[in-house]
């Protein structure tokens, strides 16, 4: 082994020689741990994870909260959040969906618009070798990575069993989501097995049942206005599948001078959802509390980046497959329990609700005896 002079700068061969050796291992271990890291589609810790989040709509309230919700956990794994929104359209939402996938996204978080038409998406995503994690609504009959959501036949179950214990006779209307929406399929059995034996002892009839475009409010409040015509008035309950379309019927209801005396479900705990039940007009909604929705999707998203399965309780058919989910528990809310809710979450601040109300009427509120 050849001793080192003092003060001598590069002209010596060998350790020229020995300086270029070690470059090339260095080279040669660093492009075999990159082959073997990309043989098993496993991510290099040290580059940030690209995750694309596609919504349906970013209309409503309860979407725009999943965003800020996702943003956020992904900001605390260092990962990085491309949303994209369809608004309805399936053509675009694919189209969205290849354009994330051509700019390299290593895994996507899909709001379906259309159960079955998303299907097309998850093939896009496995020709890339990319995950897909079905966001709150099921993607039928396609491989994804994970479904991850609530109890959504739960969620149906505790509107008509809090409608059905305010209106226990007569006619019940019931007001569902756009059948695309795998969710709004199990909101509605969950709904009709919670009503089927008062059915059975015939003290209530299903009236009538209609199926919402888009979760649209103004089609939520045609449906009812000619519910409310053809029955003359004579409906005992009204279940609608989410605050939105309450708000619709609501305000049909209202046309009649029949607010606040014909109970109607809802769902999402949005701000006006949440003022209509403290005004009375509304009887309930359900709150699905989205932060731990968001932070185990991200999680879930990072874990499948880097080649690992999350842990989840349960699988699920989606039709052609049995795929891994994570189904999280949805709360009944009506005016008892609002504040040990939604308020002590922090979901909506005693300061927002206050601020959507007239004056006086949150003190009236808040001072009640329940
Ligand atoms: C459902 C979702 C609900 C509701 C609705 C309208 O799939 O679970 O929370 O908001 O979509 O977008």
């Given at each position: ?23 090339k ?20 810790e ?42 309805g ?30 299907g ?40 008509a ?19 695309s ?32 475009h888009q ?14 015509k ?19 019927a ?6 009649r ?114």
């Amino acid at each position: 082994m050849m001793r080192k002079r003092e003060g001598q700068i590069g002209n010596c061969g060998s350790h020229s020689r020995e300086g270029k050796m070690r470059v090339k291992q260095t080279i040669f271990i660093s492009i075999l741990l990159l082959s073997l890291a990309l043989s098993f589609n496993v991510r290099p810790e040290e580059t940030p994870v690209r995750i694309g989040f596609l919504l349906d709509t970013l209309k409503l309230e309860r979407w725009q909260r999943d965003v800020k919700l996702v943003q956020a956990r992904a900001e605390e794994l260092g990962a990085k959040i491309t949303v994209k929104s369809a608004e309805g359209d399936d053509d675009l939402q694919l189209q969205q969906a290849n354009q994330l996938l051509d700019a390299g996204v290593n895994v996507l978080l899909v709001v379906a618009h259309d159960a079955e038409k998303a299907g097309a998406i998850v093939q896009a995503a496995q020709r890339k070798g990319v995950p897909v994690i079905s966001y709150d609504r099921l993607i039928k009959n396609s491989p994804v990575s994970l479904y991850i959501s609530f109890d959504n036949v739960q969620v149906g179950k505790l509107q008509a069993s809090m409608v059905l214990a305010a209106a226990p006779k007569g006619r019940f209307f019931l007001l569902e989501g756009p059948p695309s929406d795998n969710n709004a399929l199990q909101f509605e059995r969950g709904q009709k097995l919670a009503l089927q034996e008062a059915v059975d002892a015939a003290s209530i009839t299903i009236f009538e049942e209609e199926w919402c475009h888009q979760w649209n409010r103004t089609a939520a409040y045609e449906a009812t206005a000619a519910a409310l015509k053809k029955s003359d008035g004579k409906i005992a309950a009204i279940v609608a599948a989410n605050d939105e379309l309450a708000g619709g019927a609501i305000q049909a209801l209202k046309d009649r001078k029949l607010a606040g005396r014909i109970p109607v479900s809802g769902q999402d705990a949005d701000l006006p959802g949440v003022v209509r039940i403290i005004r009375g007009t509304q009887t309930m909604t359900v709150y699905k509390p989205l932060g731990p929705l968001a932070k185990r999707a991200v999680d879930a998203a990072v874990a499948l980046a880097h080649g690992s399965k999350p842990a989840t309780s349960e699988s699920i058919p989606n039709g052609a497959y049995t795929v891994p989910a994570i189904l999280l528990q949805p709360i009944a809310v009506d005016q008892k329990n609002l504040g040990a809710t939604v308020i002590s979450d922090g979901f909506h601040t005693a300061e927002e609700i206050k601020k959507a109300l007239s004056p006086g009427e949150w003190e009236k509120f808040s001072t009640r005896k329940r």
